[in-house]
Nanobody, 128 residues
Framework: QLQLVESGGGLVQPGGSLRLSCAAS????????LGWFRQVPGKEREGVSC????????HYADSVKDRFTISRDHGKNTAYLEMTSLRSDDTAVYFC?????????????????????WGQGTQVTVSS
């Protein structure tokens, strides 16, 4: 079974930066598209970003575009989310996800129903 393990969450000041990592392992790990969702208590999970391959199609939510960057290292089977200019409303639990790369290409990676595997989540708190 494919497994996703996130790391890098923590407390950061507004305007600061943080990098999340998602290590994927298991059958056909390299064949999946990878991405990130986030969730605030009492709210639905929202898509943040996704990528089909190391230099392939990628998408960003409007709220994070120009501030977050998603990347992928196939040699390590790891995806990264580099977050800069962090704001208080970026505070959430961030989940790494795996889905068909076709859904990334089609721009459907922000639909929870398209996700095959969810990570356990890592807390990001932006506060002074």
């Amino acid at each position: 079974q494919l497994q996703l393990v996130e790391s890098g969450g923590g407390l950061v000041q507004p305007g600061g930066s943080l990098r999340l990592s998602c290590a994927a392992s298991g059958p056909r790990a390299v064949s999946y598209g990878l991405g990130w969702f986030r969730q605030v208590p009492g709210k639905e999970r929202e898509g943040v970003s996704c990528i089909a391959s190391e230099d392939g199609s990628r998408h960003y939510a409007d709220s994070v575009k120009d501030r977050f960057t998603i990347s992928r290292d196939h040699g390590k089977n790891t995806a990264y989310l580099e977050m800069t200019s962090l704001r208080s409303d970026d505070t959430a639990v961030y989940f790494c996800v795996a889905l068909s790369p076709l859904f990334v290409v089609l721009g459907q990676c922000f639909q929870p129903g398209k996700v095959d595997v969810w990570g356990q989540g890592t807390q990001v708190t932006v506060s002074s």
